[in-house]
């Protein structure tokens, strides 16, 4: 599996490796499978070359549980990692990990709303919310995911407040920021939350 994620850091595996390994719980949505398409995203953004985009998309749920603050602490642990590593002699894009950006881009995860012009954060949001224009399968699998990750919360409660995100989503001008991701997910995705809303609601 992990051949198969764009790892941008080569001479770490190490690394790699143990975020592979928090990523592997079962947590519901927030698995293997959402990094995979997290990264293709970028991909099809033309971003999967940007050192910190793809690192920020590794670090994003790496840390993930019920105590309300993941991203940041996610954001810490990117610190934490990146911060000790010897990048000397990689062949990459300016060669050196902009640690503070990743750190910034992890958090900006929490919401989704990147100032204009913030390229990466940008480039970040629209690849994590991509989910919302899946096929009816896949977004059937992720609603079932969500769903996973609150299963201590009673159906009502998780009703309301599933509508809520959503609906605090359905009201941005633009669920995506990227032109790109405005012309190819923007209808499928707006058509999916429309519909999970009335079902949430019904």
Same mark, same amino acid.
């Given at each position: 599996m992990?051949?198969? !994620? %764009?790892?941008?850091?080569? $001479?770490?595996?190490?690394?790699?490796?143990?975020?592979?390994? #928090? &990523?592997?719980?079962?947590?519901g949505? *927030?698995?293997?499978? *959402?990094?995979?398409?997290? !990264?293709?995203?970028?991909?099809?953004?033309? +971003?999967?070359? %940007?050192?910190?985009?793809?690192? #920020?998309? &590794?670090?994003?749920?790496?840390v993930y549980?019920?105590?309300g603050d993941n991203e940041a602490?996610?954001? #810490?642990? +990117?610190? $934490?990692? !990146? #911060?000790?590593?010897?990048?000397?002699?990689? $062949?990459?894009?300016?060669?050196?990990?902009?640690?503070?950006?990743? +750190?910034?881009?992890?958090?900006?995860?929490e919401r989704h709303r990147p100032e204009p012009g913030d390229v990466n954060g940008e480039l970040l949001c629209d690849a994590d919310l991509a989910i919302l224009a899946a096929p009816p399968a896949r977004y059937a699998d992720y609603v079932a995911g969500v769903r996973q990750e609150y299963d201590a919360v009673p159906e009502a409660d998780f009703r309301r407040g599933r509508a809520a995100v959503l609906r605090d989503l359905a009201a941005k001008p633009h669920l995506f920021h990227t032109a790109y991701a405005r012309t190819h &997910?923007?209808? +499928?995705?707006?058509? %999916?939350l429309a519909s999970e809303i009335a079902s949430l609601e019904s």
């Amino acid at each position: 599996m992990t051949t198969e !994620l %764009n790892w941008p850091l080569p $001479q770490h595996t190490d690394l790699r490796e143990r975020l592979v390994a #928090a &990523w592997s719980t079962d947590r519901g949505y *927030h698995d293997l499978v *959402h990094l995979g398409e997290v !990264l293709d995203r970028l991909d099809d953004l033309g +971003a999967a070359d %940007n050192l910190e985009v793809v690192l #920020a998309a &590794w670090f994003h749920d790496a840390v993930y549980d019920d105590a309300g603050d993941n991203e940041a602490r996610s954001a #810490a642990l +990117a610190e $934490q990692e !990146l #911060a000790g590593l010897d990048l000397a002699g990689l $062949q990459l894009p300016g060669s050196l990990v902009d640690v503070a950006e990743v +750190a910034r881009l992890v958090r900006l995860t929490e919401r989704h709303r990147p100032e204009p012009g913030d390229v990466n954060g940008e480039l970040l949001c629209d690849a994590d919310l991509a989910i919302l224009a899946a096929p009816p399968a896949r977004y059937a699998d992720y609603v079932a995911g969500v769903r996973q990750e609150y299963d201590a919360v009673p159906e009502a409660d998780f009703r309301r407040g599933r509508a809520a995100v959503l609906r605090d989503l359905a009201a941005k001008p633009h669920l995506f920021h990227t032109a790109y991701a405005r012309t190819h &997910w923007e209808p +499928a995705a707006r058509a %999916n939350l429309a519909s999970e809303i009335a079902s949430l609601e019904s």
